[in-house]
């Protein structure tokens, strides 16, 4: 199996904050990798698709990059709404794996 | 409107088999550009996958869960079904249905049922 690793495991920043988490995979998936957002309570949301495209809908302040092994979720001026627990996903190989999740306070 | 919706019991025993069923309407499941998954997340812990079918019987599991579950899909019912075997007090959690979508070559979940919650207890 894929293993997934994020960084860090938690995070607390201000409103305004550029926030970065990264995602690292125990083999090359080329860019084979999404990330979504889960608010408590909620279902997960795509965010990132293809390690770096934009799920329709998905406020622009979000951006990913990063291929092969590393990757990374950026959030430009961390807005309130964007308290969540964030997870990337491999979707290289099967079985499909997700990372432990990274949560975000403020 | 793409929605999925997952339905089966809220309270199983030790031992007993869970049946998930994934109500789908907006898409058909015999599209060759999506597919169904199955994830869980424990209370207060990270998401982990299941299982997936697409194309026409095409599927895989979780190593360390493939020997207790089973993917099945219904295109007429438009329904997709996990079952899953022996179920212990760790199996507790929330169980999502997820549709999958190929962007090209990668696939993503890119629609959420709400999830349903799943408790093993005797």
């Known amino acids: 199996d894929i293993q997934m690793t994020q960084s860090p495991s938690s995070l607390s920043a201000s409103v305004g904050d550029r926030v970065t988490i990264t995602c690292r995979t125990s083999q090359n998936i080329a860019s084979y990798l999404n990330w979504f957002q889960q608010k408590p309570g909620k279902a997960p949301q795509l965010l990132i698709y293809a390690a770096s495209s934009l799920q329709s809908g998905v406020p622009s302040r979000f951006s990913g990059s990063g291929s092969g092994t590393d990757f990374t979720l950026a959030i430009n001026s961390l807005q309130p709404e964007d308290i969540a627990t964030y997870y990337c996903?491999?979707?290289?190989?099967?079985?499909?794996?997700f990372g432990g999740g990274t949560k975000v306070e403020i | 409107q793409v929605t999925l919706k997952e339905s089966g019991p809220v309270l199983v025993k030790p031992t007993e088999t869970l049946t998930l069923t994934c109500s789908v309407s907006g898409f058909s499941l015999s599209n060759p550009r999506m597919g169904v998954s199955w994830i869980r997340q424990p209370p207060g812990k990270a998401l982990e996958w299941l299982a997936h079918?697409?194309?026409?019987?095409?599927?895989s599991y979780s190593t360390s869960l493939k020997n207790r579950l089973t993917i099945s899909k219904d295109t007429s019912k438009s329904q997709v079904v996990l079952t899953m075997t022996n179920m212990d007090p760790v199996d507790t959690g929330t169980y999502y249905c997820?549709?999958?979508?190929?962007?090209?070559?990668?696939?993503?979940?890119?629609?959420w049922g709400q999830g349903t919650m799943v408790t093993v207890s005797s």
């Open positions: 996903q491999q979707s290289y190989g099967t079985p499909r794996t």
């Open positions: 997820a549709r999958m979508f190929f962007y090209g070559a990668v696939d993503a979940f890119d629609v």
């Open positions: 079918i697409f194309l026409i019987d095409e599927e």
